[in-house]
């Protein structure tokens, strides 16, 4: 869906609830507004020539998040807007009131996620989280190509556990070889790296679009294409992508996609996106299949064949609150914009970068360079232990993430619409209290 289609859909609903009528409206029908008093200053009239300071005001008032603290780990878990949970809890009800699944709704998501995420509708499917979508990927590509003992798979260093352990397992239970690699800060780097890895027995890699440790962006349209002239499949982990930046598949060309929607789109808790392009589809076999995986189905003739769309990978009674959900967040990023929300996140995460240099002991461990970072800054501190810096914050009211992949003993933030630049300030306040207090 287009974001200005989208916008109109999200301020329909709005308006409707500043105007006191007992429903507003999404791509999925009506739903019943629970209403709160904010959201009615959040409506057209109020986005058109005003600053931007009082536009993301706006866009902070439709978040329930408790301003008792100052959240700053959307790249662990994204807090929804009142819109997402309006649409998924009124969306259960619905489901209840009739007891009926809903699942036509998939296919009306799946088309506005499709265009999202710059893919055909049926190269989408949807799952509970990244981890489920890359176990897809990873069990699916295994059982096709016919992965056995001694063939290699290529990942790095920085892999959230998520997209690293369907990779391990593979190991475990065939005996698949894992290829590590130490990922820098310098993209051209990165691919030699990875290409220097390469051997014979290589079948594929899988690295994350942005790592959740650091925030290294890497060059994936680069790497996929180098990766495919060598015959190999190309799997990217985009958890710590998509909501945070605009972001075209078919122009990245890679093979396979996961992603979460409870992260940067603000979606849902239990949802999420894999993405498997048509020209790999015979190179992938669906490990667990049910209900809607079949293209044709006949027990008493003994007969199965597969869906040739990604979502063969979506069997059995689903919940469609939560993809309602789903379509809702992505909804209202669209009505922001993604690339207004890209340049938001990247604002507050250079602005920080910037004055946390500045104070003693603390160095910046993720790039300036936008090309190469966006909306999260790691930071470690000289002397102090990362876990104890978390907890020291925590208890100052801010939430952040420790980072203890692959020994980097860091800090993280992750910025994101619903977070401003005064809040930023607060953060470096503390931080300078903190080292100043440790003496």
């Given amino acids: 869906m287009s974001e200005s289609k989208s916008r109109r859909n999200f301020l329909k609903g709005i308006a409707t609830t500043a105007a006191g009528l007992p429903f507003l409206m999404n791509d999925a029908g009506p739903v019943r507004a629970m209403g709160h008093p904010e959201t009615p200053a959040f409506k057209k009239s109020a986005l058109e020539g005003i600053s931007n300071e009082k536009f993301w005001k706006l866009v902070r008032a439709e978040f329930p998040l408790t301003h008792e603290r100052i959240y700053f780990n959307t790249g662990g878990l994204g807090p929804s807007p009142r819109y997402v949970i309006d649409a998924t809890t009124q969306m259960m009800l619905r489901i209840n009131e009739i007891s009926e699944t809903k699942h036509y709704l998939f296919d009306k998501i799946r088309k506005q996620a499709a265009e999202f995420v710059g893919c055909d509708t049926d190269e989408l499917a949807f799952t509970r989280n990244a981890t489920e979508g890359m176990n897809i990927i990873a069990r699916g590509a295994a059982q096709a190509m016919g992965l056995k003992a001694g063939d290699e798979i290529i990942t790095t260093t920085h892999e959230h556990p998520g997209g690293a352990m369907p990779w391990l397992g593979l190991m475990k239970d065939l005996g698949v070889k894992i290829v590590l690699m130490d990922p820098v800060s310098d993209p051209d780097e990165n691919i030699a790296r990875l290409l220097k890895r390469v051997s014979r027995k290589t079948k594929g890699i899988s690295i994350s679009h942005v790592t959740c440790t650091l925030g290294y962006k890497f060059p994936v349209k680069e790497i996929c294409r180098a990766v495919h002239d060598r015959g190999l499949f190309c799997a990217l982990d985009g958890a710590q992508v998509v909501g945070m930046f605009p972001l075209d598949l078919h122009e990245i060309g890679c093979d396979f996609y996961t992603t979460s929607g409870h992260k940067w789109l603000l979606g849902p808790k239990g949802t999420g996106m894999v993405y498997i392009r048509k020209g790999i589809r015979d190179r992938f076999t669906p490990e667990f299949v049910g209900a809607y995986s079949n293209k044709k189905y006949d027990l008493d003739e003994l007969v199965l064949d ?109 910025f994101h619409v619903f977070n401003r630049m005064e809040e930023v300030d607060v953060l470096l306040k503390n931080i300078r209290e903190m080292i100043e207090r440790a003496g």
């Fill in 306 to 414: 597969y869906k040739d769309s990604a979502d063969a990978t979506e069997y059995g009674t689903r919940n469609s609150a939560l993809v309602v959900g789903l379509g809702a967040a992505m909804d209202f990023l669209n009505t922001i914009g993604m690339t207004r929300v890209a340049e938001h996140g990247a604002k507050l995460a250079t602005h920080f970068k910037t004055e946390v240099q500045k104070i003693k002991n603390v160095s910046v461990l993720t790039p300036m360079d936008l090309n190469t970072s966006n909306s999260i800054a790691t930071f470690k501190i000289k002397g102090m232990n990362y876990n104890a810096a978390v907890q020291e914050l925590g208890r100052r009211k801010l939430r952040l993430r420790p980072v203890g992949e692959h020994h980097i003993d860091a800090v993280r933030v992750s």
